[in-house]
C-alpha cells in the first residue's frame, strides 16, 4: 500500500498558499523521515483546484515545486470544499452536497488536475463526502447525487482512456451523514438504477469505491474485518484507507473520565460521539458537547458504556488514562484491506488534521503538542514541532501499517 499524509492539517486557500506549505511542512517532513521520497495526499480547496485545472502553466508550477522537494501526490483529499481551518467549521465540510453541482464540478476537476500529478503507471484517488449531513435530505437530492456520481463514472472512464491515467473516486461514510456506515455506503453504491429492470449499477465500480476512514469506522463501533468484508462482497473495492484513530472513553460517566475527554471539546470542527450501552444498542450525539450534556437543551449520553469521539488522535501517540486511541481498528481495517483483491493497491493516507486544536498536555506526553490553546503548531506556532509530529505518525504508520520490505513512503 502507497503510504502518504494528508496536507488538510495545513491551511491554504490559494495556490501560493499550497506550495508554501509543501516547502514548510512536506519538504522538511520528508527530511525529518529520513525518505528519498514522501508521498503527499493533497487538499486543494475548490478555489485552487479550478484554477488548476485551467491553467497548465499552475499544473507546471505544481508539479515543479512537488519534484524540487522530492514528494510524490498519488491521492487527494476532495472533502472540505473550502475553509477548512476556519474559525468554525461544523456542518459547513458537508456543503455543497452531492446533489449541488458545484460538488460535482470540483470533483471533475480534481480528477483532471490529479491526472496530471500522476506519475507514470500509477493510479489516483480522491475521498470524498458521504452525500451529505443526514438532514435536510429528500428523495430528489438522493436521485440527484446518484446522477452527478453516474456523470462522474462516465467522466473518470473518459479521463482513463484520454489519458491513460486511472483516478478512482472513494466515497467515505461519516457519522451523522447520510451514509453513516459501511453499510450504508455499501448499500448506496451497490444499488441498482432500477430493482425492477435491467441489473445496472448506479454507479460503475471500477471507478467509483469506498475511502475507510479508520477514525470513523472505529466511531461507529464497527468490525473492521466484517465492515471490509462487505465492501468486497458487494464487488466494490476500498480504494483508499484515511489512517486515523479516534479517541476511546471506557467509563464515561465517571468524574475523572468526563473531565478529561471535555478538554477535547472545541468550536472548530464537528465530534460526533457514539456510545455502546450495555445491551449493544449504539446511541449517538453530534457533537462531543452534546454527548457530555453541556450544550444548550441536549440532556448529553447515559455514560453507561464506553463511548468512541471523533477526533483524530496523532496515530504514534498514547493518551493518558482513562483514554485511549482507537489504533487497534486501524490496524485490524488495513490488514483486512491487504487481503482482499484489489488490497494493496489501496492508497494509505495518514490524515490527522486537529493538531492545532490538540488541548495542550492534555494527554501525556504524546499528546502535547504541538496543537491547542498554549500549545504549539499552526499560525503563530512551533512548525518545527509539527513538522516532527507528522514525521513521527508516518514512522508509525510505516512500521505498523506497511509491508517491512518497503523502503520509501510514496503517495
Known amino acids: 500500500m502507497h503510504l502518504s499524509y494528508c496536507t488538510n492539517v495545513h491551511p491554504a486557500e490559494d495556490l501560493d498558499g499550497v506550495l508554501a506549505q509543501l ?3 512536506a519538504g522538511p517532513v520528508r527530511e525529518a523521515a529520513g525518505l528519498d521520497v514522501l508521498g503527499v495526499g493533497l487538499w486543494l480547496p475548490a478555489r485552487v483546484a479550478l484554477g488548476l485545472d485551467g ?14 522537494l522530492g514528494l510524490e501526490v498519488r491521492t487527494l483529499n476532495a472533502f472540505p470544499y473550502g475553509g477548512f481551518h476556519s474559525e468554525v467549521v461544523g456542518r459547513s465540510v458537508y456543503r455543497p452536497t452531492w446533489a449541488e453541482r458545484a460538488r460535482l464540478q470540483y470533483t471533475q ?25 443526514r438532514a435536510p435530505w429528500t428523495p430528489a437530492d438522493d436521485d440527484e447525487s446518484a446522477r452527478a456520481l453516474a456523470t462522474l463514472s462516465r467522466d473518470l472512464r473518459d479521463l482513463a482512456d484520454r489519458t491513460g491515467k486511472v483516478v478512482r473516486i472513494a466515497v467515505e ?20 438504477t432500477d430493482p425492477a429492470g435491467p441489473a445496472e449499477r448506479r454507479i460503475d465500480p471500477e471507478h467509483v469505491g469506498v475511502c475507510l476512514d479508520t477514525c470513523h469506522l472505529a466511531v461507529s463501533f464497527a468490525d473492521p474485518a466484517g465492515a471490509v468484508r462487505r465492501i468486497a462482497d458487494a464487488g466494490l473495492r476500498v480504494v483508499k484507507v484515511q489512517a486515523s484513530a479516534a479517541l476511546h472513553v471506557d467509563e464515561p460517566g465517571r468524574a475523572k473520565s468526563r473531565a478529561a475527554v471535555a478538554r477535547f471539546a472545541e468550536p472548530r470542527y ?52 482513562p483514554l485511549a486511541a482507537t489504533t487497534g ?15 494493496d493497491e489501496a492508497h494509505l493516507d495518514v490524515e490527522t488534521y486537529t493538531w492545532t486544536v490538540l488541548p495542550a498536555g492534555a494527554a501525556g506526553p504524546g499528546l502535547t503538542g504541538p496543537g491547542g490553546p498554549g500549545g504549539t503548531g499552526g499560525p503563530g506556532g512551533d512548525d518545527d514541532g509539527l513538522v516532527a509530529g507528522i514525521a513521527a505518525e508516518l514512522r508509525w504508520a510505516r512500521e505498523h501499517l506497511t509491508d517491512a520490505r518497503e523502503k520509501e513512503i510514496v503517495g
Open 55 to 68: 491553467s497548465a502553466s499552475d499544473v507546471a508550477r505544481l508539479r515543479g515545486t512537488l519534484a524540487d
Open 270 to 321: 464537528l465530534h460526533q460521539v457514539r456510545e455502546r450501552t450495555p445491551s449493544g444498542t449504539v446511541l449517538a450525539a453530534d457533537d462531543l458537547g452534546e454527548a457530555l450534556g453541556t450544550a444548550p437543551g441536549r440532556p448529553g449520553l447515559p455514560g453507561e458504556g464506553p463511548w468512541r469521539v471523533h477526533f483524530h488522535v496523532p496515530l504514534h501517540a498514547r493518551p493518558e488514562p
Open 23 to 25: 516547502a514548510a511542512y
Open 329 to 343: 481498528v486501524l490496524r485490524e481495517a488495513v490488514a483486512a484491506v491487504r487481503a482482499t483483491p484489489h488490497g
Open 173 to 192: 461514510p461519516e457519522p451523522g451523514c447520510v451514509l453513516d456506515t459501511v453499510d450504508d455506503v455499501v448499500g448506496w453504491l451497490a444499488a441498482r
Open 109 to 133: 476537476a480534481c480528477a483532471r488536475v490529479l491526472a496530471a500529478l500522476l506519475p507514470d503507471d500509477a493510479a489516483g484517488s480522491i475521498s470524498t463526502l458521504p452525500l451529505a449531513w
